[in-house]
């Protein structure tokens, strides 16, 4: 909240009585949050939140079975609303402090109910940054302070560029991406079992020895393309979104945000969770030129086809970890944990999205804490 509005106070009643999806709230120590807009983003889903509702969760940060970070800490500071009433105080004194923070004044309500859906107690009065502008050409001038502070997330759209055109062009709905390409994934397939069954495919091992690519090798084909597509996404994620910029180049940091640091400093940006068709489809197609290059046309085909689902099924589930409730226990429910532990404490490991085979011959497996 701004320093200029005063925190309002509650009975320990009014903050018991949120109790539910719509308007859930909870304690830490005196201090109350609404927690309402967090609860499909909570990795241990909305039940462990909605089953502490209206109580104070100060032991269940600190654990065990979970002692949540410094991160999630800050975190949820941006849902804090005020105080609960302290029955020690004198009469005098709680009335004169719910004046002030319940005032009625028409103007004062309208700018704490804004200073509150800002989060402008985390970002707007203290940040390194200044968000009523946009922060593609700001960041750069970070320097040193530019890792720490890309990595220290906040609940709230982040405005990259002032031009509404190339604004828009960096904000993708979800349902876009399987729109886009699972046609494609589709004709390809089709057209390359086609050139298959044509029995004209050969790899050559020698130039006197070569194997028959039968049409029935191609689900193998395609499945071998999705897992290669797992082994892709894990490098470009390592190696490329979470490089560390020079702290004196401008220009690497500026690229860095705009790839992905935009991603970890707001993680819940939903229109920027899955990749632009635009820019995703240079870098498909340069995979798919390189496959044809290396390989004959119909086990390339194959290849890439596989791959290229494996990209959408890469995307989907990449949204679905922030934003989707998975049943406690499934496959998708550890994924969730295990990679918001990777936006909120591990940024340098857990890089696996769809899986998290690779982060073992890499070494750079989250350590394992249940929710």
Same mark, same amino acid.
């Given at each position: 909240?701004?320093?200029?509005?005063?925190?309002?106070?509650?009975?320990?009643?009014?903050?018991?009585?949120?109790?539910?999806? +719509? #308007?859930?709230?909870?304690?830490?120590?005196?201090?109350?949050?609404?927690?309402?807009?967090?609860?499909?983003?909570?990795?241990?889903?909305?039940?462990?939140?909605?089953?502490?509702?209206?109580? *104070?969760? #100060?032991?269940?940060?600190?654990?065990?079975?979970?002692?949540? #970070?410094?991160?999630?800490?800050?975190?949820?500071?941006?849902?804090?609303?005020?105080?609960? +009433?302290?029955?020690?105080?004198?009469?005098?004194?709680?009335?004169?402090?719910?004046?002030?923070? *319940?005032?009625?004044?028409?103007?004062?309500?309208? +700018?704490?109910?804004?200073?509150?859906?800002?989060?402008?107690?985390?970002?707007?009065?203290?940040?390194? &940054?200044?968000?009523?502008?946009?922060? @593609?050409?700001? &960041?750069?001038?970070?320097?040193?302070?530019?890792?720490?502070?890309?990595?220290?997330?906040?609940?709230?759209? $982040?405005?990259?560029?002032?031009?509404? /055109? /190339?604004?828009? *062009?960096?904000?993708?709905?979800?349902?876009? &991406?399987? @729109?886009?390409?699972?046609?494609?994934? $589709?004709?390809?397939?089709?057209?390359?079992?086609?050139? %298959?069954?044509?029995?004209?495919?050969?790899? !050559?091992?020698?130039?006197?020895?070569?194997?028959?690519?039968?049409?029935?090798? !191609?689900? !193998?084909? !395609?499945?071998?393309?999705? =897992?290669?597509?797992? =082994?892709?996404?894990?490098?470009?994620?390592?190696?490329?979104?979470?490089?560390?910029?020079?702290?004196? *180049?401008?220009?690497? $940091?500026?690229?860095?945000?705009?790839?992905?640091?935009?991603?970890?400093?707001?993680? =819940?940006?939903?229109?920027?969770?899955?990749?632009?068709?635009?820019?995703?489809?240079?870098?498909?197609?340069?995979?798919? %030129?390189?496959?044809?290059?290396? %390989?004959? +046309?119909?086990?390339?085909?194959?290849? =890439?086809?596989?791959?290229?689902?494996?990209?959408? $099924?890469?995307?989907?589930?990449?949204?679905?970890?922030?934003?989707?409730?998975?049943?406690?226990?499934?496959?998708?429910?550890?994924?969730?944990?295990?990679?918001?532990?990777?936006? /909120?404490?591990?940024?340098? @490991?857990? /890089?696996?999205?769809?899986?998290?085979?690779?982060?073992?011959?890499?070494?750079?497996?989250?350590?394992?804490?249940?929710?």
């Amino acid at each position: 909240m701004s320093p200029s509005v005063s925190p309002r106070l509650f009975s320990a009643k009014e903050v018991a009585s949120h109790c539910t999806k +719509e #308007s859930c709230w909870v304690l830490v120590g005196t201090r109350v949050y609404d927690v309402s807009a967090f609860l499909r983003m909570h990795p241990g889903g909305e039940s462990l939140i909605l089953h502490r509702s209206g109580k *104070n969760i #100060s032991q269940a940060l600190d654990g065990p079975p979970h002692r949540h #970070s410094e991160n999630a800490r800050r975190w949820l500071e941006q849902y804090y609303i005020g105080d609960i +009433e302290d029955t020690q105080r004198t009469d005098h004194h709680t009335q004169t402090l719910r004046q002030r923070g *319940n005032r009625q004044d028409p103007t004062d309500t309208e +700018e704490e109910d804004s200073a509150i859906s800002k989060c402008s107690k985390v970002d707007d009065e203290t940040d390194l &940054v200044d968000w009523r502008k946009p922060l @593609a050409w700001q &960041v750069g001038n970070l320097g040193e302070k530019y890792d720490a502070w890309v990595h220290q997330p906040v609940d709230r759209p $982040i405005r990259l560029f002032e031009s509404d /055109f /190339f604004e828009a *062009n960096t904000k993708t709905a979800w349902y876009m &991406v399987p @729109a886009v390409w699972m046609p494609l994934v $589709i004709y390809l397939s089709w057209y390359c079992y086609s050139l %298959l069954a044509q029995g004209g495919t050969r790899l !050559f091992i020698t130039s006197d020895y070569s194997i028959m690519i039968h049409k029935y090798s !191609f689900p !193998f084909i !395609f499945m071998v393309g999705v =897992f290669m597509w797992s =082994f892709i996404e894990y490098c470009i994620h390592r190696f490329l979104f979470h490089m560390r910029p020079p702290a004196h *180049n401008y220009y690497l $940091i500026t690229l860095h945000f705009l790839l992905h640091g935009q991603h970890h400093k707001s993680p =819940f940006d939903g229109s920027r969770l899955v990749f632009p068709p635009g820019v995703a489809s240079i870098v498909i197609g340069s995979f798919y %030129l390189l496959l044809r290059h290396l %390989l004959p +046309e119909g086990l390339g085909t194959a290849l =890439f086809v596989g791959g290229l689902c494996g990209y959408v $099924i890469y995307d989907m589930i990449h949204y679905y970890l922030h934003y989707g409730s998975p049943r406690k226990g499934s496959y998708l429910y550890g994924l969730k944990a295990y990679h918001v532990k990777h936006h /909120f404490e591990h940024q340098r @490991a857990g /890089f696996g999205i769809t899986t998290t085979f690779w982060d073992y011959p890499f070494r750079t497996v989250i350590p394992d804490q249940t929710f």
